[in-house]
């Protein structure tokens, strides 16, 4: 295997984690969406991060605290021991609005813009939301249908 192939196979990788991160945590999500659509917010954008990720710990930190998150790890890990929990990871969720998201997410993740550039917005989901699922050392915008509630 060459560089670039491996290259593609960690990106792969990472977004079939970020995917499963969204697919896993669809209450977590839909919660922030709804919290997010009570308080009033336009085109909530639901983030996921994975607290024990470095560059979701390092966004929820910069969100919580150092000591929020170093604690809602210790109790994550703590249940887990105590229960044959499927989840892996200690997630936290929030929604901002599409506004607020297209003028600072570019800014963490440059390979998400063109999902904020005007011309794109059409594009988004008009039945769902989007997600932004940060693990694996980055972030993916995910589309989340209404139907995906049903679901669970």
Request: with cysteine; charged share 25%; net charge negative.
């Amino acid at each position: 295997m060459n560089t670039q192939d491996q290259e593609f196979s960690d990106e792969d990788a990472a977004s079939q984690d970020q995917q499963a991160l969204l697919e896993s945590s669809l209450d977590l999500a839909f919660s922030a969406y709804d919290m997010a659509k009570s308080e009033g917010t336009v085109e909530p954008v639901v983030f996921l991060l994975d607290c024990e990720d470095t560059i979701g710990g390092q966004i929820a930190r910069g969100w919580l605290g150092e000591e929020t998150v170093d604690e809602a790890i210790r109790d994550h890990q703590g249940q887990q021991l105590q229960s044959d929990d499927d989840e892996t990871t200690t997630v936290f969720a929030h929604a901002f609005s599409l506004t607020q998201c297209a003028d600072e997410v570019p800014k963490l993740f440059p390979y998400l813009a063109p999902i904020f550039d005007e011309s794109f917005n059409e594009s988004l989901p008009k039945d769902g939301f989007l997600a932004i699922s940060v693990t694996s050392g980055g972030a993916s915008a995910l589309s989340v249908p209404f139907s995906a509630r049903d679901s669970e």
